[in-house]
């Protein structure tokens, strides 16, 4: 394993921690921001160039700016608060965070360690690739072709998401 690789994924652990414990909640999201940036350099470091800029285009920038925007439009000491005075949401919350801290240990288990030699060919073959013009060009059209239902779904939830927290934000300052 490329020691790089191998440093960015320590620092994305040590932010990931950080997002989780941090009391600010702009300081989770600028440590989720830090795991996204670890993330597209571990892309890069791999040759998935394409996946990287994604990354960091589309996560890094756009959904992370939503994010700010919507923390700063709610205004979260209430909930805060709320969360100190209730423990048990919060040991629920440390349970529900190992119970995937452990199901995503497995899963990297059985995928990279158990089945090394299991290649799955896919549907798009690097010459099938080649043949259609790009990784691009496929992934456009695998995702206004194929998976046009899920992408409409996606974009429907983050509307509903941005709606939302622009109707609770108003409601705080009626």
Do not use: C, W
């Not at 921690?17 to 300081?27: G, S």
């Amino acid at each position: 394993m490329n020691p790089i690789i191998l440093v960015l994924g320590v620092i994305s652990a040590i932010l990931a921690v950080n997002m989780l414990i941090a009391k600010n909640p702009i300081t989770s999201a600028m440590s989720l921001l830090g795991i996204l940036l670890m993330s597209a350099g571990i892309y890069a470091m791999i040759g998935e160039h394409f996946i990287a800029t994604i990354q960091l285009v589309v996560y890094a920038g756009a959904i992370m700016v939503l994010f700010i925007f919507s923390i700063m439009l709610l205004n979260l000491s209430d909930s805060e608060s709320e969360l100190k005075r209730n423990p048990g949401i919060f040991a629920g919350a440390v349970a529900l965070g190992l119970g995937l801290f452990g199901f995503i240990g497995y899963a990297i288990n059985e995928h990279f360690l158990n089945h090394r030699n299991d290649v799955i060919p896919g549907q798009f073959t690097p010459d099938v690739i080649n043949q259609l013009g790009g990784n691009s060009k496929v992934m456009a059209h695998s995702l206004f072709t194929q998976y046009y239902v899920s992408f409409e779904v996606i974009t429907l939830a983050l509307l509903v998401a941005v709606v939302g927290a622009v109707v609770l934000a108003k409601r705080k300052f009626d």
